[in-house]
């Protein structure tokens, strides 16, 4: 942020110390412990993993021997990439991390994002989630943040894309126009398919499957779903309905997100005043078999600036 006084600069240092502090006091009574990411990844190992992140974003730096770095674009690579060859106790690991995320933006100029994050590794799947979920909404609301939460499973859009048969190339063209929310993208990807007339009436209907849990239900309940996306469904359904306040989750069955480590459980989260999320994360076990050992990981990372901003707004 700029600032045109001291006087103003002292106030958001001093709000912002306050909103960390009441996080990691938050998050460290739930159980988990801080743990520091590093600033640089190796660029190809990082685009192998992570084909759906645009390149030109990335700040790229050559260590001393040819190497390409990049800084830090994405923190969950960086941690697993430094947990899971260590892994060995069997117990469930609960960590947190207070660090930065860069990016170059389209000016050319690097961007800083300061992100607070938490990992749930090895708890049961379904307990895991259900403390995530929980975890989430005690954060916005001890704030007092006017916030909601869109939810998916990654699975149930899989087993869309399992019945329309799509290569790499247009499974990547597919989540980019979800990602954007092109109505008119979506359309014309639609006539260009030889879909069935079942396929195009859950292509069309995609953007529409979102809202409370009951009104999805209505939806799905007109559509003709493969067993991959009606488990995901009932399973979506099930974590949502364990949560004892469930007002300001949405779900959101075209969600994506811009990696594809995801595997199960995603969602996003907003606040009031805000025009991009503050809140996003999810179930990613296929990223820790990557570095090793696949286990039980879910978690999410929360834009601290925005909750810094709305927090300043209301005093």
């Known amino acids: ?3 045109l006084n001291i006087t103003d600069e002292l106030n958001y240092q001093r709000v912002k110390f306050g909103v960390i502090q ?5 998050i460290i009574g739930e159980g988990y412990i801080l743990f520091e990411p590093d600033f640089f990844e190796d660029y190809e190992a990082f685009v192998l993993k992570n084909k759906r992140v645009k390149k030109e974003k990335m700040i790229k730096l050559i260590d001393n021997d040819g190497t390409i770095l990049v800084l830090r674009p994405d923190i969950t690579t960086s941690l697993m990439r430094q947990i899971i060859p260590k892994w060995q106790n069997p117990s469930a690991l609960r960590i947190f991390y207070n660090s930065t995320i860069f990016s ?17 590794l090895g708890e049961k799947r379904e307990d895991a989630d259900l403390e995530v979920l929980r975890l989430m909404v005690k954060m916005f609301e001890s704030f007092g943040l006017d916030y909601v939460i869109e939810v998916t499973d990654t699975r149930f859009l899989e087993g869309l894309i399992d019945d329309i048969k799509l290569s790499d190339d247009e499974q990547r063209t597919f989540k980019d126009i979800l990602y954007r929310k092109s109505l008119y993208d979506l359309n014309q990807f639609i006539t260009s398919k030889q879909f069935s007339e079942d396929q195009k009436n859950m292509l069309n209907a995609l953007f529409s499957l979102q809202g409370n849990l009951n009104d999805v239900s209505d939806m799905i309940q007109q559509l003709n779903l493969n067993v991959k996306a009606k488990v995901a469904f009932k399973e979506l359904c099930e974590s949502l309905e364990a949560i004892e306040n469930r007002g300001n989750f ?3 069955l075209s969600l994506v997100s811009t990696y594809d480590y995801y595997d199960g459980m995603l969602f996003k989260g907003y606040i009031k005043g805000s025009k991009e999320e503050v809140l996003s994360g999810g179930r990613y076990d296929p990223l820790t078999e990557n570095f090793g050992k696949k286990m039980s990981a879910i978690g999410f990372t929360l834009n601290t600036q925005e909750v810094i901003k709305e927090v300043l707004r209301d005093e």
Do not use: A, V
């Open 22 to 26: 009441k996080l990691q006091e938050l």
């Open 104 to 120: 170059r933006n389209p000016n050319g100029n690097m961007d800083s994002i300061r992100q607070f994050g938490i990992e749930l």
């Open 250 to 252: 949405m779900i959101d």
């Open 1 to 3: 942020m700029t600032f």
